[in-house]
């Protein structure tokens, strides 16, 4: 990635990252329940790449919301769906889940603050998410009720929530299709980054035909990550992960290398990012968000 992409990056997750931190705080309304507010600081402060809120901030900008109102409402936005994200993270670590032990190099939420106090950090920031974008004073009433339909659906049933049903199905089962296992990572992975694209749209106000463009670019960069993910659990290292390696395989997971194998594995994530790079040639002055695609498929971590 080029040096100042990396700077300008680097620039964005710590804005977000700030402002994260700005909402959730112990006040004198959470004193007595300070343990589930530092409890959501923790997970919200465990780093991570901070995508999903960088397209937010992005597709605000490639789509002309180049204002302090926009950029405000799409900073309030990225929060939310960060504070979802965490959410979703928190809830997939706990023993009844994923069953894991450490998130980017530091104890999970449930090993750091216990079981109960996790869960309910988990749902504070679900809560939090939505009541962020309710207050915003820099979102019209409009462009709040399209973004909370946006964010409720991609977390949802159908979505988020749903995939991570399907996954769980998926581990007593030796016959998984590669349809189906496109299904719940589009699901599971895809509608959070999907969501991203969206949310930068209404932000900018953006057009009709701009909002389908960035739709279409999440489903296939979210299907693209989520293939680099299975990778790397087979190619990658703990200490650049911060979690164990292989985890899917001592599991017996089906992932899109069981199905592919290795090589067809990466192709298919190659693939996925130039139709994802092709789309973003429709945006003026995509080079940061062209730059980021492209190191997403050859991330080590």
């Known amino acids: 990635m080029e040096t100042t992409h990396k700077k300008y990056l680097a620039a964005l997750a710590e804005q977000v990252e700030t402002q994260l931190l700005r909402y959730v705080q112990v006040t004198p309304e959470t004193e007595r329940q300070a343990q589930v507010v530092e409890a959501m600081r923790y997970s919200l402060a ?10 937010v901030l992005e597709f605000c900008r490639l789509c002309g919301g180049t204002s302090e109102t926009a950029q405000k ?4 936005a990225a929060c939310a769906l960060e ?4 959410f979703s993270l928190i809830h997939d670590d706990l023993p009844e889940m994923d069953n894991d032990d450490f998130r980017r190099g530091k104890p999970s939420c449930h090993k750091a603050f216990g079981v109960a106090t996790a869960l309910l950090a988990g749902d504070a920031l679900l809560n939090e998410a939505f009541q962020i974008l309710a207050d915003d004073l820099f979102l019209s009433a409009e462009q709040k009720v399209q973004m909370l339909h946006v964010l409720t659906k991609a977390t949802g049933a159908s979505e988020m929530i749903g995939g991570q049903i399907m996954d769980m199905a998926f581990e007593t089962r030796n016959d998984v299709t590669l349809e189906e296992q496109t299904a719940m990572c589009a699901a599971k992975t895809g509608a959070l980054i999907r969501a991203a694209c969206k949310l930068g749209c209404i932000a900018a106000e953006s057009t009709k035909t701009q909002r389908t463009l960035a739709d279409e670019y999440g489903a296939k960069l979210g299907l693209a990550f989520q293939i680099v993910d299975d990778i790397l659990d087979v190619t990658g290292s703990e200490e650049v992960l911060g979690k164990p390696v292989g985890s899917d395989a001592q599991e017996g997971k089906t992932t ?15 693939i996925l990012t130039q139709e994802a790079l092709e789309i ?22």
């Open 46 to 55: 465990a780093g991570g790449k901070r995508i999903r809120p960088v397209l």
């Open 73 to 76: 409402g799409a900073m309030a």
């Open 83 to 86: 504070m979802i994200h965490t």
């Open 256 to 270: 899109f290398v069981t199905l592919l194998g290795l090589e067809e594995a990466r192709k298919r994530a190659e």
């Open 280 to 301: 973003l040639e429709q945006f003026s002055e995509h080079d940061f968000l062209t730059d980021l695609t492209r190191e997403l498929l050859i991330r080590e971590k």
